[in-house]
């Protein structure tokens, strides 16, 4: 009877593999055998917004004709997008910010034509659903609901699917609509990694702790004021007066208003900090190091670095040489006054999303969106962040979470 049956299994693959509007695939996975088919033209395209050359808002493109994503090593995830976050960085990088840098790491054997990354898809956050994994992924499985932070060189959220390295993506909060869960990876990993890989703190060391956040009502520092409470530090921040309400709902302990004067005058009346979380840049490095606490290992660390510009402006190799010069320069300049100067970076990290996740479950945090727009109203999207003075994300639905599965 078992051989009948396999009989039957076998003339039915046969009959599939002669369609010819069906590409039939089986694979085999411990002792299951799984059968996979869809139309050649669902595997070949997908909608998605795209640019063809640097410029502004006019250089967005919606086309139904974008190269369906493809796993090309044995750890990576397909994610069909259910939401896509927009950051500041995606309107930069439309114009062109950080090009020679994110072509390099995309080509680093510099063998494709200059303009190789485009057709290229912009959006750093994605909340979707896991539809296909490479043979060495374990820890995920088709159908799991996912949230990641898209690395710069990669293909971006604002299309139909993106493939991952599952190294990247974390199992999605559960209390959160893929709405909202597209409002943190980014922000979050940032924070993350500029608090806990460089500035070196974790739940474990920052009880009570001063902390300061110059530009406390952005992305990257609503994020940071939630984190920081929840490990018990205390949190100063800057911001306009017209968010102060705002950051004090997030947790803030105490609050300057920069429109108000001179920041540094109410700051050099606090006691001194620990740690200093600069999103501001320009001018405050003169004055921000000043309210470290000397000699015991406080931190100054700054998002605000000239090395994408560097490397923009003078070529890998030169821009490389000038930003290395003066990130040793001003390293030294400070640590014989006793505090340290640290530049931190975007990290793509699944491990750090799974901490940030149970925080979520747990409460701790709260994702913040500022507003929603249809897959249609990409370019409205743009205009939105790209005018600034938000005080939470803005979030494109690409589809309908749940349906279709």
Not at 72 to 99: C, H, Q, T
Not at 219 to 244: D, P, R, Y
Not at 337 to 357: C, E, N, T
């Amino acid at each position: 009877m078992a051989s009948v049956r396999q009989l039957v299994y076998r003339r039915w693959l046969f009959l599939l593999s002669k369609s010819p509007s069906v590409n039939t695939s089986v694979s085999r996975h411990s002792n299951q055998t799984r059968l996979f088919s869809a139309s050649s033209r669902c595997m070949n395209v997908m909608p998605a917004w795209v640019i063809d050359n640097y410029g502004g808002n006019d250089v967005l493109r919606f086309t139904k004709n974008a190269s369906f994503p493809v796993i090309n090593y044995p750890n990576e995830v397909i994610v069909k997008v259910f939401a896509a976050g927009l950051n500041p960085l995606d309107v930069s990088m439309r114009g062109g910010y950080g090009a020679a840098t994110l072509s390099m790491k995309r080509d680093p054997l510099n063998i494709k034509q200059s303009g190789s990354e485009f057709p290229l898809i912009l959006g750093r956050d994605v909340s979707g659903v896991i539809m296909e994994c490479g043979l060495d992924v374990k820890y995920f499985s088709e159908r799991d609901e996912v949230w990641a932070a898209i690395p710069p060189w990669k293909q971006g959220s604002l299309a139909e699917f993106v493939v991952l390295s599952a190294n990247e993506v974390s199992h999605k909060p559960k209390s959160l609509s893929h709405t909202e869960a597209a409002a943190i990876p980014y922000v979050a990993t940032t924070a993350w990694s500029a608090l806990v890989n460089t500035g070196g703190l974790s739940k474990d060391n920052c009880s009570k702790k001063r902390i300061l956040i110059l530009g406390g009502s952005g992305g990257v520092g609503t994020f940071a004021i939630q984190m920081l409470k929840a490990w018990g530090a205390h949190v100063t921040v800057t911001c306009s007066q017209n968010a102060e309400r705002f950051v004090r709902g997030l947790g803030a302990d105490h609050v300057v208003d920069y429109t108000a004067g001179p920041v540094e005058e109410p700051l050099r009346a606090l006691e001194k900090f620990d740690l200093i979380l600069d999103n501001v840049g320009g001018d405050t490095e003169r004055w921000a190091l000043n309210l470290l606490k000397p000699w015991s290992g406080a931190k100054y660390v700054t998002l605000v670095t000239p090395f994408l510009q560097n490397t923009d402006r003078l070529g890998i190799a030169d821009g490389m040489m000038q930003t290395a010069a003066t990130m040793a320069t001003k390293a030294l300049k400070h640590l014989v006054k006793g505090v340290h100067y640290r530049w931190g970076f975007f990290a793509p990290s699944g491990p750090a999303l799974d901490d940030i996740r149970e925080m979520v479950d747990a409460g701790q945090i709260r994702a913040v969106v500022e507003e929603t727009f249809s897959f249609s109203q990409v370019p409205q999207a743009f205009e939105k962040v790209e005018k600034g003075h938000a005080r939470g994300k803005t979030v494109v639905q690409i589809s309908k979470g749940g349906e279709g599965l």
